[in-house]
């Protein structure tokens, strides 16, 4: 157990650093003014497929996905973001952590009031427990990816800023006997 807990300090540390590095190269070009943060949280619904074993997985709503985002505008309607979620992801009766860092692309679209992201993602497992037993992760595998693509409504109340958000999160790689696929919805505040 011991050996479980320090193997997921490392990773969390490990997340972070990489997210601290890749922030602090984007937030250091000429243009840093025209970077802003963002922060999220919103709810997965799971759901895997391709399945290797005959298993019968149910899909299953999280309410765990925690998310910073440095965005930095590229031009006017087109921007770049480093995204780092904390989220739940896995059918019913799993609970699978993941810290996940995602470079995405964004473009502002119809006079900047929805926007559209798309990208990869890599995911690193914090967590794993099978009926709230936690597991010693032999079954998955430590890391995960695949792309997403999502849509934003901008609101805008006085000078703040938020996004309603729904993204498309598609597993490429068989993290145990499937792949995984994540409907996210969320609430994002610019900073």
Same mark, same amino acid.
């Given at each position: ?23 602090? @190269? ?5 243009? &840093?003014?025209?970077? !802003? =943060?963002?922060?999220?949280?919103? %709810?997965?619904?799971? *759901? ?67 926007? @559209? ?5 890599? &995911?690193?497992?914090? !967590? =794993?427990?099978?009926?709230?037993? %936690?597991?010693?992760? *032999? ?53």
């Amino acid at each position: 157990m011991k050996n479980i807990k320090k193997t997921i300090q490392c990773k969390t540390v490990i997340t972070l650093l990489l997210f601290i590095g890749a922030l602090n @190269v984007c937030s250091s070009q000429e243009t &840093s003014k025209r970077v !802003k =943060y963002e922060l999220s949280y919103g %709810v997965n619904l799971n *759901d895997v497929y391709n399945h290797v074993n005959d298993i019968n997985f149910q899909k299953r709503i999280s309410p765990v996905l925690i998310g910073f985002s440095l965005n930095k505008k590229l031009s006017n309607n087109t921007q770049i973001y480093l995204e780092l979620e904390y989220s739940r992801k896995g059918p019913k009766n799993h609970v699978i952590d993941y810290f996940t860092i995602s470079p995405m692309f964004g473009r502002d679209i119809i006079n900047d009031h929805f926007r @559209v992201v798309a990208g990869p993602y890599l &995911s690193i497992l914090n !967590k =794993y427990k099978i009926n709230g037993i %936690v597991s010693n992760h *032999d079954e998955l595998k430590q890391i995960d990816f695949g792309v997403q693509l999502g849509i934003a409504k901008k609101i805008q109340v006085k000078k703040r800023i938020f996004y309603i958000a729904s993204q498309f999160e598609l597993g490429l790689y068989e993290y145990s006997f499937s792949k995984h696929q994540v409907l996210q919805f969320k609430i994002t505040y610019e900073i």
